[in-house]
């Protein structure tokens, strides 16, 4: 289970755990060839010379080679991947308060510090220290004071923090204490103390820009048109088939597909388009409706359009991703959005009713280390330790009423909480799919666009779809008790 502990306030969840409970296990008759038939000769063929050989040569022989299979089957059956666990080691705040300076270590009542931004600290993704980012901070921090102003959306956000703020931090305060008394949180160890947040470069291959490539394309006939692929094994798959139609994999074990030189695993029972929100036709013609949609769009701010780490989506262009084609009745559509009040205000009161989409609740994403601090002071003026999620249902639709047979749906709550340790690859999101189980029907068909991985059970669709699947990602286990190895305590 993902969810490690459920109250009131929301859910303690362990990212990690839901990965790798996708179950990363290849199908042992995929992973190595099987033996070749070449061996049996055609009934009408003259004798060889390997024929001719004495017949106890060829039992030993076969004997051996029998032999050498079945060791190779056991050692199959037990070959798996799993997430390397470094990418969730975030023992550290990125940012340290004045008040978290020494955090006091052994404190089973330990919980989110809520500390003010001294002003001092700067912002060091997944641990990265910058020696000149202090001195930079400092002087565009006295330039905030000798203004003595400030602009219209930074009096939006401290209204709005000064809103949630202690939701926030007694919600999340009751989740870590669970956490630090099951022992799922705990205070970090000298060893880890001393371990840096792990970041890593760019791996895979341009698959945004393979999207971009794909318009210029010949375009396929109608008659062409594939709703879907299913992989069958591990191959390599034409650029343009991934582009064109919906791929599936509809098996109980993982498959790994070459794209463009480099490796990627696909869950079981998941499915994915790599496309962006322009090419969305072979989406819509796979599958009717979906009952779920997660949407993550490439929000513009400053730090993407310095980073120049994706392209960003303006307002107009995410109105047109075409959400009334693609969701079934009472569809609950997520929407993630940064802490900027214009994003929000827009989701709530511009696109949701443009999709003619109900808002019914703004859940957050509380991020924290493994000792249960968050991961940038709650109060800081630089970033906040949390993110918005916005909820609502698909209006003007009815669907046909629930059967007596059929599971309760509860109602959407508001104010809830979704408190976990961050991965440190960049925009990989928490699950979502145990926590929305309360409030969507079983057989639910789910989406999420603008993916960056693939869950079980679910389409994927985005011009990066594959980015968190690349095998350099994960580890090749062939014992399951391999996993333990990498803990670090």
């Known amino acids: 289970m993902s969810v490690v502990h459920q109250l009131s306030a929301g ?18 008759s995929h992973q190595y060839p099987a033996p070749s038939a070449s061996r049996v000769a055609p009934v009408s063929s003259a004798p060889s010379t390997e024929d001719l050989v004495a017949p106890s040569t060829i039992d030993i022989t076969y004997s051996a080679g029998a032999a050498v299979q079945r060791a190779e089957a056991t050692l199959k059956k037990k070959k798996k991947y799993v997430f390397r666990e470094e990418f969730f080691h975030v023992f550290k705040p990125h940012i340290v308060s004045a008040s978290q300076q020494k955090p006091q270590q052994g404190n089973s009542d330990a919980g989110p510090r809520e500390g003010k931004d001294s002003g001092n600290g700067t912002e060091q993704h997944e641990g990265a220290k ?18 003595s102003v400030f602009n219209q959306g930074e009096l939006d956000a401290l209204e709005y923090h000064t809103k949630i703020r202690g939701l926030i931090l007694e919600g999340t305060r009751c989740l870590i204490e669970e956490g630090l008394k099951s022992g799922f949180l705990h205070p970090i160890s000298a060893k880890q103390s001393s371990i840096k947040n792990v970041v890593t470069g760019h791996v895979g291959c341009g698959m945004a820009e393979l999207c971009e490539m794909a318009k210029r394309f010949p375009s396929l006939n109608e008659n062409d048109h594939r709703s879907a692929q299913i992989i069958d094994e591990e191959t390599s798959i034409p650029e343009q088939d991934l582009l064109s139609c919906v791929t599936e994999n509809d098996t109980d074990y ?9 490796k990627y695993l696909v869950p079981p029972k998941s499915s994915f388009l790599l496309s962006d929100i322009s090419c969305m036709q072979p989406l819509m013609n796979y599958k009717n409706k979906y009952d779920v949609i997660v949407i993550d769009p490439p929000w513009q701010n400053k730090s993407v359009k310095r980073s120049n780490r ?74 906040k330790p949390y993110e918005v999620l916005v909820l609502g249902r698909v209006q003007g639709i009815i669907d046909f009423p629930l059967r007596k047979s059929d599971v309760e749906v509860l109602p959407i709550p508001d104010h809830k909480l979704i408190v976990s340790v961050p991965c440190t690859l960049h925009s990989h999101k928490p699950p979502l799919t145990e926590i929305l189980t309360e409030y969507i029907k079983p057989d639910a068909e789910c989406l999420e666009l603008f993916a960056r991985c693939l869950q079980p059970g679910w389409t994927s669709c985005g011009n990066e779809v594959l980015k968190f699947q690349h095998i350099d990602y994960f580890i090749a286990l062939h014992n399951e008790n391999e996993v333990g190895s990498f803990s670090l305590t």
């Open 254 to 262: 993982a498959k790994i597909i070459n794209l463009m030189g480099q």
């Open 130 to 147: 910058n020696s000149d980012g202090d001195s930079f901070a400092s002087a565009r921090k006295k330039h905030k004071r000798k203004c």
């Open 310 to 383: 994706y392209n960003h989506l303006s307002s107009w262009q995410i109105k047109q991703i075409p959400i009334p084609s693609l969701a079934a009745p009472n569809c609950l559509v997520v929407t993630w959005v940064t802490n900027r009040q214009k994003h929000l205000r827009f989701v709530r009161d511009e696109l949701y009713p443009h999709w003619s989409v109900k808002t019914l609740a703004e859940w957050h994403w509380v991020k924290i280390t493994r000792s249960g601090e968050f991961v940038f002071p709650l109060d800081s003026s630089h970033k």
């Open 11 to 28: 859910w303690l969840l362990d990212h990690l755990s839901f990965i790798n409970k996708a179950g990363y296990q290849l199908c042992p």
